[in-house]
């Protein structure tokens, strides 16, 4: 499946999938592939920096569910349509972010860029925490990958990637992009 190029649709077809996952959890203190994260705190992650990057660089306050600790399903479910209420939002076309590292932007590309592409990659996560279907589209991780890896130095230093993992050289395009955002593809729960 080609995820589309819009960032609302995107988004959509993106965390849609993320909620699938979210949904079919059945125990939220499984181990993830993030060190020191549980399958909790995937969603938690995804739930809590946007709202402050958004709110901070667009003015834009999204409504908030309840915390990840008492309902994982709903906080993640109103927080990502919370999201996706932006990017529906004709007025969204008009609207810029600023921020300090990245500069201004057109609010739509930075959620695409920063949170959209976080989810895709955290839906890995997720799906290898809980045993399902952990298939990411290759398409977009050939995108995220070749916009990534010019900036790898800046993406260490921000200490929001770990450190890169090696896979072999005929690695898919999905397993080149978890190594390079620090996961060993071959990570198994227990």
Known sequence: ?????????????????????????ESWDVPSPVAGWTARDVVRHLTDWFPGFLASGAGIEL????SVDEDPVAAWQVHSDAVQAVLDDPETADRKL???????????????????ADVFMHTWDLSRATGQDDRLDPDFCARLLAEMEPMEQVLRSSGQYGPKVEVP??????????????????????
Do not use: K
């Open 98 to 116: 600023t921020n300090p590292h990245i500069g201004a932007m057109p609010l739509d590309v930075a959620i695409d860029r920063f949170y959209t």
């Open 1 to 25: 499946m080609t995820l589309p190029d819009h960032p609302a649709e995107r988004h959509r077809q993106v965390a849609g999938l993320f909620t699938d996952r979210v949904r079919g959890t």
């Open 169 to 190: 050289a005929d690695a898919d395009v999905a397993d080149r992009l978890l190594g390079f955002i620090g996961r060993d593809p071959s990570w198994r729960g227990r």
């Open 63 to 66: 409504r908030r569910g309840p």
